[in-house]
């Protein structure tokens, strides 16, 4: 059960909810068998009998591409894309900060097109190719992007940063980074509670102008 | 259970599709970005523009986008009442902290505001909501889709749960040439609107034919401002007719302390958008 796993931060909230979940099912299971057949109901319940078919009958089979490799995954039809990616890829570059589309840092593209990836769910992307911040280098050499955001200094704690060069890309791949007001608009969705935001401009620009295939 | 899938045109006729008859799934985005749109409903697109963040536009469908709920920070505060959330329990916003909230259309049971941009856009433009249900096809006003607060502020529109938006329709008009939207908001980008104003312009030798204006950020719906729109027939382009409509479009508002700057910011915004839309800066 890949929840066994120990997280920190907002990971823990997820391992609350689930494991109330599951305790609920285990006990009214219970309740509902007790009255029929004590004996085998609790040993049922003890050997977590329920839980096993429960994670069989609960979850759904993905296909995706994520960073250019093939995925076969089974996942819950409420996970969110960024807890796949995070909790059953570990690919925790791809950030999670308010969870419900304001901050921006969990920014992903599917198929080319940036999303949140915390308002994607999951069961929506079979058959589609995801990038994250790990499948932008090119083994050891770095993605423009990221050289830009290094040498304009576009960021302070880093935490937002993924987001904010996924976005950034897409920025540039989608023509919205004609001007600085141009990319202010439209890099608008990623919050930086830093305030880099005029270095993060300016890394833009500079990968922009250099004209290199982002 | 089936996958969900969205729709990304991929041809000119699909395209066409989304212009002609915006589909439900059509992503906002797409929509938006769309030249035939620019070019027949640059309204639309503006409006579409200034709504949320990129990444958000990029999942956004249209109908997803006219059935977001009417709320305000007090539906998303459990400690707070809410009539939204929970019916008969009191609203916390009529005497709270309701800076964002309605001016026009209130009742004491809710003052919150729909958020949307690309809905005030299209209930300016007449468009008409394809719904599908059990009996069939009905078609509904846009203007009518969303409804007041009243004594049922849990309901937000007329869509009956056995319903589902299958398509818009927006009639043929000539306001191509003559639309603006403007959203005044505490930031420049990414915010809800204080006030948001669509106004488009059908103006021939200066004098204007046909006009529609809908307000955003003031009710609980796209709020349409009939009155100063007729006001506006047969006028010539001018500051004071544009002051005056403004001022029509006013009666009836009410504050409730925090937000009563709106009845200052509105008129002015009214204003503003006719003078963007007619060219008139």
């Known amino acids: ?214 | 259970m089936k996958q969900f899938q969205y729709v990304r045109p991929a041809t000119q006729q699909a395209v066409l599709d989304v212009i002609n008859k915006p589909g439900a799934l059509a992503l906002n985005s797409v929509v938006s970005e769309n030249k035939l749109v620019a070019d027949k409903y640059p309204l639309l697109a503006m409006a579409l523009k200034a709504g949320a963040s990129p990444q958000l536009r990029n999942m956004a469908t249209v109908g997803g986008n006219m059935m977001q709920r009417t709320r305000c920070t007090y539906f998303y505060d459990t400690a707070m009442p809410c009539n939204k959330r929970v019916p008969g329990s009191g609203c916390g916003a009529y005497e709270g902290v309701n800076r964002m909230h309605a001016i026009f259309g209130t009742s004491t049971q809710c003052i919150a505001v729909h958020p949307s941009d690309m809905c005030v856009g299209l209930a300016a433009l007449d468009a008409m909501v394809i719904i599908a249900g059990k009996k069939g096809e009905r078609r509904l006003p846009f203007t009518e889709f969303h409804r007041l607060p009243g004594d049922h502020p849990e309901t937000d529109n007329r869509l009956a749960p056995d319903e589902m938006i299958v398509a818009l329709e927006i009639p043929d008009n000539n306001f191509a040439k003559n639309s603006y939207y403007l959203k005044v908001r505490d930031r420049q980008s990414y915010a809800f609107a204080l006030v948001s104003v669509a106004a488009a312009l059908d103006i021939e030798n200066g004098i204007i034919r046909h006009a529609r204006l809908a307000m955003g950020g003031v009710a609980h719906k796209p709020w349409r401002l009939f009155d100063a729109e007729k006001s506006l027939i047969g006028k010539r382009v001018s500051e004071e007719s544009f002051q005056q409509a403004a001022q029509l479009a006013m009666q009836g508002a009410k504050g409730f302390g925090y937000n009563s700057f709106k009845l200052k910011l509105a008129p002015a915004g009214i204003a503003e958008a006719l003078k963007q839309a007619s060219g008139l800066v």
Request: negative net charge; charged residues 25%; aromatic residues 4%.
């Open chain 1, 1 to 214: 059960m890949e929840n066994e796993k120990t997280c920190t931060g907002p990971e823990n909230e997820l391992d609350v909810k689930d494991s109330s979940r599951r305790n609920f099912l285990k006990q009214s299971s219970l309740l509902t068998a007790v009255a029929l057949t004590p004996g085998a109901a609790v040993k049922a319940a003890e050997m977590h009998v329920d839980e096993k078919i429960a994670a069989v009958f609960e979850k759904m089979p993905l296909k995706m591409e994520v960073n250019g490799k093939q995925q076969n995954l089974s996942v819950e039809p409420r996970s969110t894309l960024l807890d796949i990616l995070r909790e059953q890829l570990d690919l925790t570059g791809t950030k999670k900060g308010c969870d419900h589309g304001q901050c921006g840092a969990c920014t992903v593209h599917v198929d080319g097109i940036r999303v949140n990836s915390c308002l994607t769910l999951g069961v929506m992307m079979n058959g589609k190719k995801i990038t994250t911040i790990e499948g932008l280098a090119k083994g050891d050499q770095l993605h423009p992007m990221q050289e830009a955001f290094i040498k304009h200094d576009g960021f302070q704690c880093g935490y937002c940063t993924p987001g904010q060069i996924m976005s950034a890309v897409a920025c540039i791949r989608e023509g919205h980074a004609g001007s600085e007001t141009e990319i202010r608009e439209y890099m608008s969705g990623n919050i930086c509670r830093c305030g880099a935001y005029p270095n993060i401009v300016n890394a833009i620009q500079e990968v922009k102008s250099g004209g290199q295939t982002v």
